[in-house]
């Protein structure tokens, strides 16, 4: 953590997740959104949804090897 950008790491459990979900060669829909309200308005998106943030067509990629 830095006074000029933030990190985070997320872990997502894949044993919830049918195998044929995650294999090499799946693609899905991915982004990524931090919103910060309080003394300072702050907005950050992986991939900007432009003001539509629930519209998956938006989404970046993710690719599993």
């Known amino acids: ?11 997502i ?4 997740f049918k195998p ?3 294999g090499p060669g799946t693609l899905w829909g991915f982004n990524v959104v931090r919103a910060r309200i309080g003394n300072d ?5 992986l991939v900007p ?4 943030p629930g519209i998956p067509d938006r989404y970046g990629y993710l690719l599993f090897e």
């Not at 953590?1 to 997320?10: G, H, I, L, N, R």
């Not at 308005?41 to 998106?45: K, N, Q, R, S, V």
């Not at 949804?49 to 539509?52: I, R, T």
């Open 1 to 11: 953590m830095a006074d000029t950008f933030w990190t985070s790491e997320v872990e």
């Open 13 to 16: 459990r894949a044993d919830g």
């Open 20 to 22: 044929d979900r995650l």
């Open 41 to 45: 308005a702050e907005y950050g998106e």
């Open 49 to 52: 949804s432009y003001g539509f």
